[in-house]
């Protein structure tokens, strides 16, 4: 009985394993199928839009054919401006080649172009490309197309020339630039330091003026205390001569006075005794 549920349990594990298997390979098969589908979807969508491009592109033949028969399918060359003397000569370059081959679009009509560029750009320039755009452009032979291939590589690379002409002429317009601007603060900064050497010498010279007008200012101030107090001395000597003549006068004049009183002291003595003897003389008379 054990021997019989081991068994059974053993199948159940296998068929298990075998619907997980087939499980995921369904699975697997659902995400090839819709990848698949996707794929197509796109290319249903590219189709589509290749069908109305090409609608569109017999439409305009038609318009064209119908307003004037005489005109040619393919487009007239578009006149550029003249090229700059400044830029670089592979820009010229490319101007040149462009105005000489029909444009941008090489002397083709401007869908025929495109198509070209698109198969081109799907097989990666491989030379298995020409036989889809044979299909693509049935109004082109072999030879125009692989002649159209020589312009295009043509014009890659002169284009490529001229992104690194500008590429260079850009870079040396900065460099220039910057140089102009290094040459402006270089004299900028010249100017600064002249100003500043004037401005330093300027007020040197203001420094010294100070000094020496202080200095002058000094030895005025210090002349005119030396002449103040030579007056001063004068004066006092004058004062002091003033007084001793003041001094001598009144000695002299108190001498004067002595010498007066005394004289009329005298006198009045002289009188007194005149006196008396005259009263005497005339007491003894009597």
Known sequence: MCFVLCTVF???EKL???????ESSINTLKEEQRSCFEELLKEEKTCRQEIAAFEKKIENWSLTLKSDPKLPTTPTVRKSKPPDKDLPAEVKALDIFLQKTGGPDGGWDQYDHQAFLKIWTKHSGQQVYRKEAKLYLPGKTLEEIEHHEEWFQELTHLQDKKRKAIKRWRASKYQEHQNRINSQEEAEEAERRKKKAKSQALLHST??????????????????????????EQRLAEEIQKRRREKVLLLVCMNSHVAV??????????????????LLIIVSFF
């Open 261 to 278: 009183v005394t004289n009329y002291q005298r006198n009045c003595l002289c009188i007194d005794i005149s006196l008396n003897v005259g």
């Open 16 to 22: 298990n394993e075998i619907m997980s298997d087939v």
């Open 10 to 12: 053993s199948v159940i």
């Open 207 to 232: 420094e010294q003026n100070r000094k020496k007008a202080a200095q002058q200012l000094e030895e005025w101030r210090e002349q005119k205390r030396r002449k103040e107090k030579e007056e001063e």
